[in-house]
DNA sequence: TCCTTTGTTTAATATGTTTTAAACTATTTT
DNA sequence: AAAATAGTTTAAAACATATTAAACAAAGGA
């Protein structure tokens, strides 16, 4: 069943890249989303054949993004580690924190620009605010959609 | 008005790399869509203070992504490049695309992985198919989600 | 036609990211 | 408490990507 299970990790490691993330994260991952049980950090890298260092690094990465969480085991004070199975909410949540982060770095350069514009606003300027505006309102849309994707998701299936 | 025009550029870049793009498709995506008219890639250039080479490497890339067409002159044989002002729709044809081919290299590996379980399910492996199940439940959403997306954008707004 | 300007391609350089090795810290076992 | 095992941190290496410079090709103007 190891097969199986490698076969997987590599497919995940595949979709992982359309995301962005690397090798070890997704590997890492999606071990412990398909173990019966909880991992050690030592297991882990025995079985993806990988650096205790690299290991250390991309669980902890894993953690904050609430892909991963720490389980103990009474008598034993080390952590072992688990997947979060709710794939769909790790994704979007990571998506949202990313993109708000984003637009909140855009939107006073966008003010900004519109403050400049009003002033002095000639002809051939027109098509450029035309454009501002364009960016505004898709903008307002990605907002609108990422407040909303809970119930669209729903409505969706 | 160049001023806010480069703060926008600017603005583009970071939104760009939440998407994995570069520094300079970004700048001379941006630089297009807020120009008035077409320009040339020995404009784009020496706007952007960028090496013609990465110009036109670039000029290709957003070419097959449908982000930028060619637009000829007459009386000038040489093209020259604007902007598809859709941002909406190159970024979910390159989104579509892009998953798309990844889920095409998953799903045989999918079918396999089940293939090769069906012969001998112990209990031991019964957890590992569950969410083997888990996953291919989440390809067909994803499925289902490309495939509609167009409907539900309209829903949304 | 020849010279100049513009655009493409490719090899090299520069930059950034991931991974490891090794030094260090903390925990467990004896 | 000492030795062994496990985990973290960091500096270095390996690797990947982006950018440029320069050689090459194509087009425009003299």
């Known amino acids: 069943m190891e097969k199986a299970r490698d076969m997987l990790i590599e497919a995940a490691v595949n979709l992982g890249e359309s995301l962005g993330l690397n090798r070890a994260v ?9 173990s019966n049980a909880p991992l050690s950090p030592t297991e882990i890298g025995k079985t993806l ?3 205790k260092g690299n290991v250390s690094i991309n669980l902890r990465t894993l953690e904050q993004w609430n892909a991963v969480r720490k ?4 008598g ?11 794939i769909e909410e790790i994704i979007f949540d990571k998506l949202k924190t990313g993109m708000e982060k984003r637009l909140n770095y855009v939107k006073p350069i966008m003010k900004q620009v519109r ?3 009003d002033k002095k606003l000639s002809s051939k300027n027109e098509k450029f605010f035309i454009r501002v505006n ?24």
């Open 26 to 34: 997704c590997q890492i991952y999606a071990l412990l989303y398909l």
């Open 115 to 117: 403050k400049d514009g």
């Open 49 to 51: 054949e990988m650096s």
């Open 76 to 86: 034993y004070g080390r952590p072992l580690y688990t997947a979060n199975e709710n």
């Open 71 to 74: 389980v103990w085991k009474k």
């Open 134 to 157: 364009k960016i505004e309102k898709l903008i307002e849309k990605i907002e609108f959609f990422l407040r909303n994707f809970e119930t669209i998701r729903t409505i969706a299936k």
